[in-house]
């Protein structure tokens, strides 16, 4: 984002606090900041957007990129007498660069005939474009399992298409993306709903590898990659009862699938040289996180009301300690919070809606540059309101120190322009009496590098902070 564009999106993101105007109208001089600093970028939260209203049941971020999957359910609240009602449910894919919503996919039960369609979730392919659906359909009678149906469905964001799939079972399947792999990883659900040992690749394009069986007595779990990134490990383990021992022994079995032929290897030990997930993972670690802590808002007739507030928080944050976090939202929902992994935009939830704050990025320096442009902007219009004031009040500066931001608001009537500026003056109240206004400093306004001070003749003088 350039300069210009910056200094704009810092123009809307100063004005808006949270989603809705009652929130709005809560604004004030000692606000928290919207801007987040790291050592080397500076982010800046925008103006709320709304993106959906209804209920909704998730949402999955892109591994990389500005995407995001919306599952919304229409469905009517259930009652007493009907306990699982009949409606539809919507998949929207949010677009943070271009912050738009666009309806991708659409599921309608059929009352006629008693049966619903949920969508069972949605899992992006690394480093892709792509996203599998996951949609189940069957009776209303969540104990009838043994009739529900599965399908799976290939997402293209750029081509807005789904493709249906033919998996290589009749049976379910669970998908998960795995680190350090371009394909899922898809596990065949038995007949009572728990996992088999029968496994299989899914690519990009949505086609299946041959399925393939682990042994072993208990669960398997994947647990990492060969050095060479060629084989996926599995692991297992069983305990062993030995006579003349309490405690069972422990015992570890490894086995290694190859990705290419799906070939099936036992080990006979632990490989010492394995990559394990959180090693194999190439995606760039975010320098920001989201964090939720409870705050009170005053609001008419001063009543006090708790509140879930959601912070944007730099994870090695730069020198400005109030750029260390920053408030994205007042009120939400903490359970359904998405960072999109580009850092883009943060959505959230509340009240049955979905929100979008979008965030801008700007290195450090520029960043900096653009900081001391708007400080001394303001220090400016302060020091008119100072002269302005004086010319008033017979040549005479305010009288109370304390309320000088209160005094000089009507010539600038803009709590943002007064909002960081610290009064230090401590001479005489007559302009006339000050020996030299110059050089006489009535207070400053500070910023990343530095200050701008506002003198007594109501200019303006930018001080770097020192060099340690």
């Not at 049941?57 to 009907?82: F, H, K, M, N, S």
């Not at 596990?187 to 899914?202: D, H, M, N, S, V």
């Not at 700007?362 to 302005?388: C, H, P, W, Y």
């Amino acid at each position: 984002m350039n300069r210009r564009n910056f200094l704009c999106f810092l123009g809307l993101g100063a004005v808006a606090l949270t989603t809705t105007a009652t929130l709005a109208r809560r604004q004030s001089r000692s606000r928290p900041p919207r801007i987040v600093t790291t050592k080397t970028n500076a982010y800046l939260i925008g103006k709320i957007e709304p993106v959906l209203t209804g209920k909704i049941e998730e949402v999955a971020p892109a591994p990389t990129g500005r995407y995001a999957i919306i599952t919304q359910d229409l469905r009517p609240e259930p009652t007493d007498d009907v306990k699982e009602p009949f409606g539809e449910q919507k998949l929207w894919v949010y677009d943070a660069l271009r912050r738009t919503t666009k309806l991708f996919h659409r599921v309608q039960d059929d009352s006629v005939k008693g049966i619903q369609h949920r969508m069972g979730g949605a899992i992006w392919f690394p480093d892709s474009k792509k996203v599998i659906l996951q949609q189940v359909s069957g009776p209303t009678l969540l104990e009838e399992k043994s009739l529900l149906s599965y399908a799976l469905g290939l997402m293209d964001v750029d081509r807005s298409a789904v493709r249906w799939l033919t998996p290589p079972t009749n049976k379910m399947l669970s998908i998960q993306g795995l680190p350090g792999i371009p394909v899922l990883l898809c596990q065949e659900i038995g007949a009572e709903f728990e996992p088999t040992k029968r496994y299989c690749f899914l690519s990009s394009d949505g086609v299946f590898g041959p399925m393939f069986t682990i042994g072993g007595e208990s669960p398997l779990f994947p647990s990492g990659l060969s050095v060479d990134r060629k084989s996926l490990l599995f692991m297992n383990t069983t305990f062993r009862r030995v006579v003349g021992q309490e405690k069972p022994q422990r015992e570890d079995h490894w086995y290694a699938v190859r990705l290419s032929d799906t070939q099936v290897t036992a080990l006979k030990e632990k490989p010492q040289d394995r990559i394990p997930f959180s090693k194999a993972d190439t995606k760039p670690k975010l320098p920001l996180t989201i964090a939720a802590d409870t705050a009170k808002l005053t609001g008419g007739a001063g009543r006090i009301a708790n509140t879930n507030a959601l912070w944007l928080e730099a994870i090695e944050p730069g020198p400005e300690k109030k750029f260390n976090r920053a408030l994205v939202a007042a009120e939400a929902d903490s359970q359904s919070v998405q960072l999109l992994n580009d850092l883009s935009a943060v959505l959230y939830t509340h009240d049955d809606a979905l929100y979008a704050a979008p965030i801008a990025s700007l290195d450090r320096v520029a960043f900096e540059k653009m900081m001391k442009q708007l400080a001394i902007s303001n220090a400016k219009q302060t020091g008119l309101a100072l002269m302005m004031y004086a010319q008033d009040y017979d040549e005479n500066f305010p009288h109370d120190p304390g309320n000088v931001k209160e005094a000089i608001f009507p010539y600038i009537k803009d709590n943002d322009t007064l909002a960081e500026f610290v009064y230090t003056y401590k001479g005489p109240l007559d302009l006339g009496k000050v020996e030299k206004p110059s050089e006489t400093a009535m207070g400053y306004i500070p910023s990343p590098g530095g200050r701008a001070v506002v003198y007594a003749d109501g200019h303006v003088k930018w001080e770097p902070t020192p060099e340690k």
